[in-house]
C-alpha cells in the first residue's frame, strides 16, 4: 500500500515561513520523481515543484520561485518544501505526489501523476 503523509503545515504571517514534509512508504522512493502541489478553494489543482530521482534537478512555478525549495532524503523516504516569504495568495491545501514518468511535463501535471498524499493544509494571513 502506497502512503505518502504530509506534515507541516499550519497558520503563518506573511512573510514568514513553514517546512513541509512528506513521508513516503510502500514504494521504492528514489525510482520516484517527486511533487508538491497546491490547491485552493475554488481553483484546480496546480503545480508547485518537483525534484528529479536523485535530487539533482529541481523545477518550480514561475508564482513560488525564488521562495519555495524543495528537497529529498531518499535514505529516510522524505520530500521537503521549504517555503519562504509566504503571501496571502499561497494559502491553499498542499498535497506531495509521486510520479512514475520521470518527464518533467507529466510530474508536474495533476492530472498525470500517480500517488497523491492526503493533504496538509497552509494558511496564510495578511
Known amino acids: 500500500q502506497v502512503q505518502l503523509v504530509e506534515s507541516g503545515g499550519g497558520l503563518v504571517q506573511a512573510g514568514g515561513s513553514l517546512r513541509l514534509s512528506c513521508a513516503a512508504s510502500?514504494?521504492?522512493?528514489?525510482?520516484?520523481?517527486m511533487g508538491w502541489f497546491r490547491q485552493a478553494p475554488g481553483k484546480e489543482r496546480e503545480f508547485v515543484a518537483t525534484?528529479?530521482?536523485?535530487?539533482?534537478?529541481?523545477y518550480y512555478a514561475e508564482s513560488v520561485k525564488g521562495r519555495f525549495a524543495i528537497s529529498r532524503d531518499n535514505a529516510e523516504d522524505t520530500v521537503y518544501l521549504e517555503m519562504n516569504s509566504l503571501k496571502p495568495e499561497d494559502t491553499a491545501l498542499y498535497f506531495c505526489?509521486?510520479?512514475?514518468?520521470?518527464?518533467?511535463?507529466?510530474?508536474?501535471?495533476?492530472?498525470?501523476?500517480?500517488?497523491w498524499g492526503q493533504g496538509t493544509q497552509v494558511t496564510v494571513s495578511s
Open positions: 505526489a509521486a510520479s512514475r514518468s520521470t518527464l518533467r511535463r507529466n510530474v508536474s501535471d495533476p492530472r498525470k501523476v500517480d500517488y
Open positions: 510502500g514504494l521504492t522512493f528514489s525510482w520516484y520523481p
Open positions: 525534484i528529479t530521482r536523485a535530487g539533482d534537478s529541481t
